[in-house]
């Protein structure tokens, strides 16, 4: 079955802690995505990767960081510069070619920093 | 003022019954139309997508698209308590990437049998 995995489901920290999240899909999707769900709030765009190797910035990138060495991985790491860590994250994939392919999300991580 | 608005509910409604959930958007660059639908604890599952102005229909689901007023609608009919979930409105500009998507709050809906 075709999908993407995140994990852990739950996680906790204690403030100043980094913390990495993983995803991993196996649509064999160009493009991956994470996400932040905050209640009361629309889903906010962190980092996204279009090609391996390469990421770029989204709306709320400050206090996050990505890397993207193979095509099936795009973990993020929260780092203790992130005001607000406590969320639901998500992670999501397209085959990034066209404007045919619209996003596919996984289950979500979340993240309870106290 | 956000991008989006999606007014957030809760929405409550019997068995059978139609729902209409809808959003409104101030960015004349959007040009892709989603709807997501989310359960409790699970990441958002595309219902439709629609591009540019118009209908489309897909089993107990209408997405409607009115670019001029700036305004997106979802229709469920015969709904079901299955139907039972918050509904994410999402939209991508012109030229950008479909995964770059802006989304309102979401609505939460409540079928009871």
């Known amino acids: 079955d075709g999908g993407i995995t995140q994990s852990p489901k739950y996680l906790f920290r204690k403030e100043g802690q980094n913390v990495t999240l993983s995803c991993e899909q196996n649509?064999?999707?160009?493009?991956m995505y994470w996400y932040r769900q905050d209640p009361g709030q629309g889903l906010r765009l962190i980092y996204y990767s279009q090609i391996v190797n390469d990421f770029q910035k989204g709306d709320i990138a400050e206090g996050y960081s990505v890397s993207r060495e193979k095509k099936e991985s795009f973990p993020l790491t929260v780092t203790s510069a992130q005001k607000n860590p406590t969320a639901f994250y998500l992670c999501a994939s397209n085959s990034g070619v066209g404007y045919n392919s619209p996003l596919h999300f996984g289950n979500g991580t979340r993240l309870t920093v106290t | 003022q956000k991008e989006v608005e999606q007014d957030p509910g809760p929405l409550s409604v019997p068995e059978g019954a139609i729902v209409s959930l809808n959003c409104t958007y101030s960015n004349s660059a959007f040009q892709y139309f989603m709807w997501y639908r989310q359960y409790s604890r699970k990441g958002p599952e595309l219902l439709m997508y629609t591009y540019s102005s118009g209908n489309k229909e897909d089993g107990r689901f209408t997405a409607q698209v009115d670019k001029s007023s700036k305004y997106i609608s979802l229709f469920i009919r015969d709904s079901q308590p299955s139907d039972s979930a918050t509904y994410l409105c999402?939209?991508?500009?012109?030229?950008?990437?479909?995964?770059?998507?802006?989304f309102g709050r979401g609505t939460q809906l409540t079928v009871w049998p």
């Open positions: 999402a939209m991508s500009r012109r030229g950008s990437t479909l995964g770059r998507l802006y």
């Open positions: 649509l064999n999707h160009d493009a």
